[in-house]
């Protein structure tokens, strides 16, 4: 999660320029925008589900409970 954070807090200046352009062309793109946050947010949803299916490891790690 903190990767995707990161990833989103990286490219935020390419989004408010991407906004700023759009706006200048007289188009709303923030419907769009959010889209891509759900894409991306899905994504890493599936890939962790995938992986944890695949090596039967749980979400806190690896954490054993005896």
């Known amino acids: 999660m903190t990767a995707y954070l990161a990833g989103l807090s990286a490219l935020s200046p390419a989004f408010a320029a991407l906004q700023v352009l759009a706006l200048l ?5 923030r419907g769009a925008l ?4 759900w894409v991306v947010g899905g994504g890493w949803l599936l890939m962790q589900w995938a992986e944890r299916g695949r090596t039967g490891q749980g979400l806190g790690g690896g954490w054993s409970a005896s």
């Open 25 to 29: 062309a007289d188009t709303d793109i």
């Open 34 to 37: 959010a889209g891509g946050y």
